[in-house]
């Protein structure tokens, strides 16, 4: 399956500007990340640290930020992974599910539920 990007928009009160970029969408990935350095200049503080399982199987642990999360005329909040400043932007599954989209692996595209499960 080929890449699915879509244009996400971080922000939380007290921070200067929000952070606006194109994210991957990364179904194997629970948390969304974006650039540490990017979000510490627009305001974003550290709320913690957690250590994350990266694709080639090797533990890091990175800071995370707290930001309202909106992408495709959604929005949810969610934990932010502040990653190294060349990372790529990510789009994690917690972000995706929360507000009822899914990743339809026959055309690439998102796709919206119906209805978000409740069971």
Known sequence: M????????????????????????DTGATDSMAPSGVLKELGFEARG??????????L????FTLADI???????????????DKAEPLLGVT????VGIIVDPTNRQL?????IPLK
Do not use: D, Q
């Open 95 to 98: 972000a995706l599910e929360s």
């Open 2 to 25: 080929g890449s699915v990007y879509v244009t996400v928009k971080l922000s939380r009160p007290g921070v200067k500007l929000p952070y606006e970029g194109l994210f991957l969408v």
């Open 60 to 63: 890091a642990e990175y800071e």
């Open 49 to 58: 640290k957690m250590p994350y399982e990266l694709a080639n199987g090797e």
């Open 70 to 84: 909106e992408f495709m005329g959604e929005i949810t909040s969610g934990r932010i992974v502040m990653g190294p």
């Open 111 to 115: 796709k919206r539920l119906p209805a």
